[in-house]
Structure formats: C-alpha cells, structure tokens
C-alpha cells in the first residue's frame, strides 16, 4: 500500500503542477492522468477515445517539448507526452520537471 501511496502522491504532485503552469500560460490543454501515468494533451478537454487523442496530436509541438525536456536532462517517453511516477521518484524531480516544463512554456510566448 505504501509504494502505491507513493507513486500516486507524487503523480498528483506532477498533474497539479503541470496543469497550474498549462492554466498560467493560457494554453488550452490538458494533463490526464490514470494513476501513476500522465499525459500532456494538446486539447482543451480530455480525449473520449484514441482518435480524439490522435487528431489533437502535434508533431512539431511534441518534439520541441522532448527536445528542450531531453537538452536539460529530463526524458518524456518517445511517444506522446507520457510521463509515469514510480516508487521511487522524489518532489526534487517533480519539482526539475516543472521547473523545465515552466521555461519551455514561456519559450512559446
């Protein structure tokens, strides 16, 4: 109980903190989160299914975040947007992943 306890405190942590800085920069996206997992959607409401998940996709916009993510040390998955807290994952990392995630979204101002 307690390493599920864990990974979803600091997933809550991570969906709070991203979406505080997605509703400060004034885009119109979503973080969706199932558990542990989170994923930046380029929408302004949650996907109903896949296709809706599809068709906000933006290839250019993606591979900017994963870029600059990956240039300060901070891996996304190589697909979508997907970030997952484990065990072991500490607020320090939440706070360097919102810390890069901020500065990225003033670059797009």
Same mark, same amino acid.
């Given at each position: 109980d307690h390493v599920y306890a864990a990974m979803l405190d600091a997933a809550e942590? *991570?969906?709070?903190? %991203?979406?505080?800085? @997605?509703n400060q920069h004034q885009r119109p996206w979503q973080v969706c989160r199932l558990g542990a997992r989170l994923e930046l959607q380029f929408m302004p409401q949650t996907p109903r299914n896949a296709q809706e998940a599809r068709e906000a996709q933006d290839h250019d916009l993606e591979s900017y975040l994963h870029l600059y993510m990956m240039n300060r040390g901070v891996l996304l998955t190589p697909f979508h947007n997907m970030m997952l807290?484990?065990?072991?994952?500490?607020?320090?990392? @939440?706070?360097?992943? *919102?810390?890069?995630? #901020?500065?990225? *979204? #003033?670059? %797009?101002a």
């Open positions: 942590q *991570l969906e709070q903190g %991203l979406q505080a800085a @997605i807290c484990s065990p072991q994952t500490t607020s320090e990392q @939440i706070n360097t992943v *919102l810390t890069h995630f #901020k500065a990225w *979204l #003033k670059t %797009l």
